[in-house]
């Protein structure tokens, strides 16, 4: 009996073992109990860039990298609504109701697009309206073939108005520029291939970099928040002192780094190009060490930074930056196989000067819906809701026709006499229409148009407060519209005589403006 009870005994031993490891096991891998501050903000922070459960979603990566690889069509549109809040709002006066029913015409506003895509091969095509209203639209085309860039609309001619993108320099020089020497040969727009770092390169930086100044880092630098619906915040809190010592220290491994400096050397010289000048741009021992001696000497402002990472259900879905009254949040909204939501705000003081939310709605494997809308809040006084709406659709059917000579003026091949006249007389027809357009909408010619009004009432309001009559002034000028545009006819018709003066010495000089003075309508 005593040898059957020990058995017994061992057995119950043994069972309570593995149920206590296996419960070990699913507390330390299945759960966080045991992960000190520390290690949360590292696991969570590992967990942003690797895993199935990773920040950026391995879909929305999918999506962006075939949008450089594979041609698309494009179907969208951009409208933008502004509100008056805080004081601006509360002010009865009349100055202000007047801003309100000009600002109706701006929000009525919207740019609708439709066209195609193929990154790879640098071609671009998009048919583009600006809609003042329902009847009241100005349609163009934008295209881009290689580094040729045009713009066309039957309004103006039918011929594509482009630029070469090369030998810039000579260009601006036409347009009478008379210093070229901060222009590049060429606007680089693609990745730069120099910034391309191996996995050699990667794993220096780590070892090198990274790892030796985040060790440095104290324990109780780390905290963790348990918030109330059920999510967990990891903290890592710096002082701008502490900020500033581990730049330093940066640059004091930088300095003796020669491989990193070859590399950004390599990176500086491809992004300037034939801009770059070795002597004052380069990167070695000597100007590493005054960038340190000049961040050593300088005074920063006494305060915290604080890098949080939280996570629910042991997934990331937020990212918070603070400092001082600013706070910066990353939220990963959802997150599946028919798409993604994420929130970008920036606060300061207790309201919110920027929101950006972004959606990705998949239709079919081909197909998908994109939605960013962005609300700018300006000095608590105005809030502008911005909207773009874009249906993407993949397929390898897609093609383009070239801008070339026989449809485009390139504007790179005339000399500065061709020029001139031509440029002169876009802008006037272009006036012309502008005028034309807001005369039949009923809105006033003396402000500015309509559309350019999303960005430019937040400086309206700040003007407003040092002279109030700016909307009343603007409505003088609407009363008085048909006087404004006799005179504004008698500027263009003296404007066109100064330009007959400039055909005529052309002609003189045997200067052929024909080829581009011939198709502005």
Do not use: C
Request: hydrophobic share 35%; charged share 20%.
């Amino acid at each position: 009996m005593k040898k059957k009870g020990l058995i017994i005994t061992i057995i119950v031993l043994v069972v309570l073992l593995v149920l206590a490891g296996g419960a070990f096991a699913y507390i330390y891998f299945g759960t966080d109990l045991l992960l000190s501050e520390r290690q949360g903000f590292e696991k969570y922070a590992i967990q942003l860039v690797v895993g199935e459960n990773k920040f950026i979603s391995s879909n929305l990566e999918n999506y962006y990298n075939r949008k450089e690889t594979t041609p698309y069509t494009t179907d969208g549109s951009i409208s933008a609504a502004t509100m008056l809040i805080g004081d601006a709002a509360s002010t009865n006066s009349t100055e202000v109701q007047k801003l309100v029913d000009i600002l109706r015409y701006s929000d009525q506003a919207s740019i609708s697009f439709e066209g195609k895509v193929d990154n790879a091969n640098k071609k671009f095509e998009q048919n583009i309206s600006i809609n003042y209203s329902d009847t009241v639209k100005f349609p163009f085309t934008y295209r881009v073939d290689g580094d040729i860039y045009g713009i066309q609309s039957d309004e103006i001619g039918a011929t594509y108005i482009a630029i070469d993108n090369n030998n810039l320099p000579e260009l601006f020089q036409n347009l009478g520029a008379t210093d070229v020497t901060g222009i590049p040969n060429k606007l680089e727009s693609t990745e730069l291939q120099s910034a391309n770092f191996t996995d050699e390169e990667r794993a220096h930086i780590l070892n090198t970099y990274i790892l030796p100044i985040y060790n440095g880092i104290t324990d109780d630098k780390f905290s963790k928040q348990d918030n109330s619906d059920g999510s967990v915040t990891y903290t890592l809190t710096l002082t701008t002192q502490e900020l500033k010592n581990m730049l330093l220290q940066a640059l004091e491994i930088l300095k003796e780094d020669q491989l990193m400096i070859d590399k950004l050397n390599g990176i500086a010289q491809e992004l300037y190009g034939d801009n770059y000048n070795e002597e004052t741009m380069e990167i070695n021992q000597k100007s590493i060490q005054e960038s340190i001696s000049n961040i050593g000497s300088a005074s920063i402002e006494d305060g915290t930074v604080q890098l949080g990472i939280t996570q629910s259900d042991r997934r990331v879905n937020k990212i918070s930056i603070n400092y001082g009254e600013i706070t910066i949040n990353i939220s990963k909204l959802s997150s599946n196989q028919s798409g993604d939501n994420y929130n970008i705000s920036i606060l300061k003081g207790g309201y919110t000067l920027f929101d950006l939310e972004m959606s990705y709605s998949v239709i079919d494997t081909n197909s998908l819906h994109e939605q960013y809308i962005a609300t700018v809040n300006i000095e608590n006084k105005t809030t502008t809701k911005y909207h773009y709406s874009n249906t993407v659709t993949f397929g390898s059917n897609i093609s383009f026709e070239p801008l070339n000579a026989t449809n485009s003026a390139i504007l790179n091949s005339y000399s500065t006499e061709q020029l001139l006249p031509f440029l002169g007389q876009l802008g006037i027809r272009i006036v012309q229409i502008n005028n034309e357009q807001m005369t039949e909408l009923g809105y006033p010619t003396e402000l500015i148009n309509p559309v350019i009004m999303w960005f430019a009432t937040p400086s309206i309001i700040t003007t407003m407060q040092n002279q109030e009559n700016i909307v009343d002034n603007a409505e003088k000028g609407q009363q008085n519209f048909n006087e404004t545009l006799e005179q504004d006819n008698e500027s263009l018709d003296n404007i066109e005589g100064q330009l007959q003066d400039l055909y005529e010495n052309s002609e003189a000089n045997n200067v052929d403006t024909s080829n581009i003075t011939a198709n502005i309508n």
